[in-house]
């Protein structure tokens, strides 16, 4: 069965660092997003992208945000300088764009910023 | 502002029993409303999406209803089993658009 691959499962980096989050989404999909869901909190809506340009984003998602299509399989989502509360779980989720259903989300990586 | 609420308190229910759940929101009309499940850790895995007309769903023994007017979900789970032990999160769409807007889940335990 076909899946969203994000990678690494885990990472850690000092504060002010620029991190690069990887996914690989579905292949036939053409809706992107990033969620992010801190420990024992709500999953939160970061941006959405489609038809390589951003659709929707949140408030969350503030210039030091950053998403990107680099070929025609990976998705990133870039944070240039990390702070303490960006330390989250990061989900790369993927969707049809033709017919509405649900999205298929990949199984995060844990970004840890200390 | 847009404000989804699920039961805070986990359900626990006896294996074979239907497990309902709520999902509530207020301050707007999502076109459409999906639930997920959530395994510790991992991310969350797709179920069901229902429209503002549709009134039900199914899927094998998932059951979701929409109630515009209660401005209400409800999620069923018959003859449970204890590997539907997960957390449930609700996500309707915020308005006119893809971006969803989630709950935070209410956890079910099934007891063997």
């Known amino acids: 069965e076909p899946e969203v691959t994000q990678t690494p499962s885990h990472q850690v980096t000092q504060m002010g660092q620029e991190v690069i989050l990887r996914c690989v989404p579905i292949?036939?999909?053409?809706?992107f997003y990033w969620y992010r869901q801190i420990l024992g909190q709500k999953v939160e809506f970061l941006v959405s992208?489609?038809?390589?340009?951003?659709?929707?984003k949140s408030e969350i998602f503030d210039d030091q945000f950053s998403v990107e299509r680099p070929d025609g399989s990976n998705f990133t989502l870039k944070i240039r300088s990390t702070k303490l509360e960006d330390s989250a779980m990061y989900f790369c989720?993927?969707?049809?764009?033709?017919?509405?259903?649900?999205?298929?989300f990949g199984q995060g990586t844990r970004l840890t910023v200390v | 502002s847009q404000k989804i609420e699920q039961n805070s308190e986990a359900l626990n229910i006896q294996e074979g029993k239907t497990a309902t759940l709520t999902c509530n929101y207020t301050?707007?009309?999502?076109?459409?409303l999906q639930w997920y499940r959530q395994d510790p850790g991992r991310g969350p895995v797709f179920l069901l999406l229902?429209?503002?007309n549709e009134k039900e769903k199914r899927k094998e023994r998932l059951k979701v209803t929409f109630d515009t007017t209660l401005k209400q979900s409800l999620f069923h789970i018959t003859a449970s089993q204890p590997a539907d032990s997960a957390t449930y999160l609700c996500?309707?769409?915020?308005?006119?658009?893809?971006?969803?807007?989630w709950g935070l889940g209410t956890s079910l335990g099934v007891n063997p």
């Open positions: 292949s036939n999909h053409l809706y």
């Open positions: 989720a993927s969707s049809e764009a033709r017919r509405l259903g649900g999205s298929f």
């Open positions: 996500a309707p769409n915020a308005g006119n658009n893809r971006k969803l807007i």
């Open positions: 229902i429209r503002e």
């Open positions: 992208f489609y038809n390589n340009e951003i659709s929707e």
């Open positions: 301050n707007y009309s999502p076109a459409y």
